[in-house]
């Protein structure tokens, strides 16, 4: 724990939210993550720091080679320039005043020994002063900055043109400018990888040595995987420790009750993917440690042998609503750690939010958050009706002008029309799509839904930015600068704004709950999610073989796991937990999904009796 100070972090928000958190969060102790997909917007920010802080700064050229690994470092190496400056200045305060070092430990949970130390240094009262000022010392010495994080996606590993048909070098591919870019920073942090697996990319991390452990034990960077179940972890694990390379943390992210991109997978919800971490835990580190060891040993290194018992940390994120929940995950499941992304948008300490976007989210209710088709990834994308960025999407179609100019391409990757690789937000594309559209043999009604599926599309890549750019007021908000904000669903039950001493203290069950006790479990928030996104499933299916067999599959896995779901509803709640919630929610969502399905083994039927008798009067 000590090596924790806090028992949560901020994940990652989009390319903007979170951009500058650690700035403002790290000082105090608190870890965070900041994604590196858009490093023209790093440096965008990265100039407007080094300003504010009268630090050098020096504009990385379009054209200059391996700019955006430079320009990635640099941002990096002002942050952790600024929280150097910042955690000295508070380490000088005095202690016995209301001030940021007293904040840093009243923050802490109560249960760290840090905090724990604080308090009976304010209650010292026996003893001379030589001893009192031994103890601030010790106090002071021992505070420790938050861990400054950064994401990669790693599907988005776009190629970089020498010229317009010629792909450059592979080292060169987006995926891995990021990565030497954070390689080559002086931080002491994590690299969380998300959105599935880069063989290439993983690979090419043997390149730099602050990813191993040095003679004294440390890694210097550590590896965080973002995962959705037990499989992924040990493939991917696997992989990595066949090149000597560790896991310090599997990240468990809920496949739908979360933020951003979801992944939701084959219908299993998060309780039962928790379950096979905890059964199997002691398998990860068995079946991966004897592969770290001979890398080591192949590379000609000692394997520290401080660390030959470390196993990888287990973190849960997505939909966490209160302490209740957070001990459910801690006690009954063994996390280490939890995430807290969404409710943190509300806390115009932490994240960077421009104001209109942040009273859209103060005021969304469950109806306003929705996942919509929005990405240009094709993976379903969670929103807020009445975002910057749905309003401009909506209002280029009926300008008759859908689609964006595609000022960033990090989401390139459609060569449908085109023999290099463009984006389906993109006006290029949709203007191809679209008249190929128009001149299908469709009905109006099947035309007028793949159009609207087409134009749904927007330009997430740039306009996730644009609210962290108007925060800082970088830019004015406008029409060409449309906001796109990415929130969890949990967020709809978080009201107001918060400051950080409010949401840290609802974090460790301090003070009233912000949230009201009508609130669903997260476990029974998931489950309606994966009923919603199932009937939404079959609705565009087009009953294909393909098609149905995932969706049985998917149907009877999210049935099994509303049973368990049940089996931890007849536990003992812990104080705030809806236990309740998940009682009448499963009852519920069971019979919806019972509908569901009767209705589409109909249709299936049906499309099958059909397909059937076409087949047998054709002629022989």
């Known amino acids: 724990m000590e090596n924790h100070y806090h028992s949560f972090h901020i994940p990652v928000m989009g390319t903007g939210s979170s951009i500058d958190t650690p700035i403002q969060v790290a000082p105090l102790g608190i870890s965070s993550v900041i994604s590196l997909v858009d490093d ?42 600024i929280v150097r400056i910042k955690m000295e200045a ?7 005043e209301k001030n940021d070092k007293s904040k840093y430990f009243d923050l802490l949970p109560d249960e760290s020994l840090l905090k724990k130390d604080y308090k009976k240094f304010l209650a010292f009262k026996a003893g001379s002063e030589s001893e009192k000022d031994s103890l601030a010392k010790d106090l002071t010495q021992r505070m420790q900055p938050g861990s400054i994080d ?13 010229d317009p048909d010629t792909p450059g070098s592979d080292e060169f591919t987006d995926a891995k400018a990021a ?32 990813f191993y452990r040095d003679k004294l034990g440390e890694i210097k960077k550590k590896i965080v995987l973002k995962v959705s179940d037990f499989r992924s972890a040990l493939i991917q694990g696997r992989f990595l420790a066949k090149k000597g390379l560790e896991i310090y943390e599997f990240r468990i992210e809920s496949g739908l009750n979360c933020g951003g991109h979801a992944f939701p997978g084959n219908g299993h919800l998060l309780p039962r993917i928790l379950q096979e971490f905890k059964d199997n835990r002691e398998h990860l580190a068995a079946e991966f440690n004897p592969l770290i060891h001979k890398y080591y040993r192949n ?30 995950l801690r006690e009954d499941f063994g996390a280490d750690l939890t995430g807290w992304a969404s409710p943190f948008l509300l806390v115009p300490e932490a994240t960077c939010v421009d104001s209109s976007t942040r009273e859209l989210l103060r005021q969304a209710g469950t109806t306003s958050l929705y996942v919509s088709g929005a990405s240009p990834l094709g993976v379903p994308f969670n929103n807020v009706h009445g975002s910057g960025s ?4 909506r209002e280029m179609v009926r300008a008759g002008e859908p689609g964006s100019p595609c000022a960033r391409g990090f989401l390139v990757s459609n060569t449908e029309f085109t023999k290099k690789p463009i984006c389906l937000a993109s006006r290029e594309y949709q203007k191809m799509k679209l008249e190929e559209i128009d001149n299908m043999p469709l009905s109006s009604s099947e035309k007028e839904n793949l159009r609207a599926q087409v134009m749904e599309k927007a330009c997430i890549c740039h306009h996730l930015g644009n609210g962290a750019l108007i925060a800082l007021g970088i830019i004015k908000e406008h029409h060409g600068a449309p906001q796109a904000i990415c929130p969890g669903p949990n967020i709809a039950w978080f009201n107001r704004y918060y400051t950080l001493e409010e949401m840290v203290d609802h974090i460790y069950g301090r003070g009233e709950s912000l949230v009201p006790p009508e609130r669903p479990h997260m476990f029974a928030n998931e489950m309606i999610i994966y009923v919603d996104y199932f009937e939404k499933q079959v609705a565009h299916c087009t009953y294909t073989p393909k098609e149905i067999k995932p969706l049985e599959e998917y149907k009877a896995n999210l049935e099994e796991d509303m049973d368990f779901c049940l089996s931890i509803a007849q536990r003992q ?48």
């Not at 080094?50 to 690994?69: H, I, M, Q, V, W």
Request: aromatic share 12%; with cysteine; net charge positive.
């Open 299 to 328: 590379q000609g290194w000692k394997y520290p042998e401080s660390a030959s018992n470390s196993r990888p940390l287990l973190s849960v994120q997505g939909g966490i609503g209160n302490n209740g929940e957070v001990r459910r």
């Open 390 to 393: 749905e309003n401009w999407t």
């Open 40 to 81: 023209i917007l790093l440096e965008k920010v990265n100039k407007y720091y080094c300003e504010k802080y009268g630090l050098p700064f020096f504009k990385t050229l379009s054209n200059e080679l391996d700019g955006r690994a430079k320009r990635i470092t640099a941002y990096l190496e002002t942050m952790r320039e």
């Open 573 to 620: 709640p812990y104080p705030g937990e809806n236990l309740a919630s998940i009682i009448i929610h499963t009852e519920q969502q069971r019979a919806r999904l019972a509908a569901i399905y009767a209705d589409f083994k109909k249709k299936a039927e049906a499309e099958s009796s059909v397909t059937q008798a076409v087949a047998c009067s054709e002629p022989k």
């Open 90 to 96: 508070i380490k000088r305060q005095p202690f016995f």
């Open 150 to 162: 950064v994401n990669i996606m790693v599907t988005l590993d776009r190629s970089n043109y020498d």
């Open 179 to 210: 990565l030497r870019g954070y390689a080559n920073s002086g931080l002491k942090s994590s690299i969380v990888f998300s959105a599935g697996i880069n063989q290439r990319l993983f690979s090419y991390m043997t390149r730099f040595r602050d």
